[in-house]
């Protein structure tokens, strides 16, 4: 069973466009991130959710939503893409009060 | 803000042989953890070793082992015995144990490990 999931793997669109990724935990872990790994593999915290609630806001342009339906989901809403925007992102969980965190496969959406 | 510096852009090591992977870590905070993440070219991000500030043994699981030093603020991955499975990127990571619960992971610009037979 996939333990962090996210959909879809790879994404491809137009700049301009408004698109979605969504991330899904089976692990019944209280707190969500996502992260993003550029070009040259750097990976940046961008977002935490605990409990549905935003925790960690990293400064991320306004453009990305993200949004907790519940505690096993957080998704990523991208509007007006930009080429810049081009990356892999990936979601990852863990339990609260623990060091580990379980990523998700990622999403590797190229901007065109 | 804790930052985690990988000097080496990229290593190569022969099967069988042993490498070190090194990396440097800058905070005020007495107490953290370390972790050593491997990304292999399925992109998926696999926890390598971690190791807790308070503990002064190193790390070892398996093959892999640490050499933590906290006064000089150094993390270095040693990798015995290196097999062609080792070949990935490899990324250092910082996360604060205070305020637990949501901490995020400081991640250096990662190592890539090449490894020939």
């Known amino acids: 069973d996939t333990a962090v999931s996210q959909t879809p793997k790879y994404l491809v669109t137009q700049m301009g466009n408004d698109k979605s990724i969504k991330c899904e935990q089976n692990l019944g872990h209280d707190t969500m991130y996502w992260y993003k790994q550029d070009s040259k593999k750097f990976l940046k915290i961008m977002f935490s959710y605990n409990n549905k609630e935003l925790i960690i806001n990293e400064t991320v342009p306004n453009r990305f939503s993200p949004k907790s339906p519940d505690k096993a989901h957080l998704n990523l809403h991208i509007n007006s893409l930009e080429l810049g925007d081009s990356a892999v992102y990936f979601c990852?969980?863990?339990?609260?009060?623990?060091?580990?965190?379980?990523f998700g496969p990622g999403t590797r959406l190229t901007v065109t | 803000a804790q930052t985690v510096t990988q000097s080496q852009p990229e290593m190569s090591v022969q099967e069988a042989e042993t490498v070190t992977l090194s990396c440097t870590y800058d905070?005020?905070?007495?107490?953290?953890?370390l972790f050593w993440y491997k990304q292999p070219p399925s992109r998926q991000m696999i926890l390598v070793i971690r190791?807790?500030?308070?503990?002064?043994q190193n790390a070892t699981e398996n093959r892999f082992s640490v050499n933590f030093q906290k006064a000089a603020k150094s993390f270095s991955l040693k990798i015995s015995d290196s097999q062609l499975g080792d070949a990935a990127m490899y990324f250092c990571a910082y996360r604060s144990n205070m305020n637990t619960g949501f901490q995020k992971l400081v991640f250096g610009t990662g190592t890539r490990l090449l490894v020939s037979p």
């Open positions: 905070t005020s905070e007495s107490d953290y953890y």
């Open positions: 190791q807790e500030a308070y503990k002064q």
């Open positions: 990852a969980s863990s339990p609260w009060d623990s060091y580990e965190q379980y």
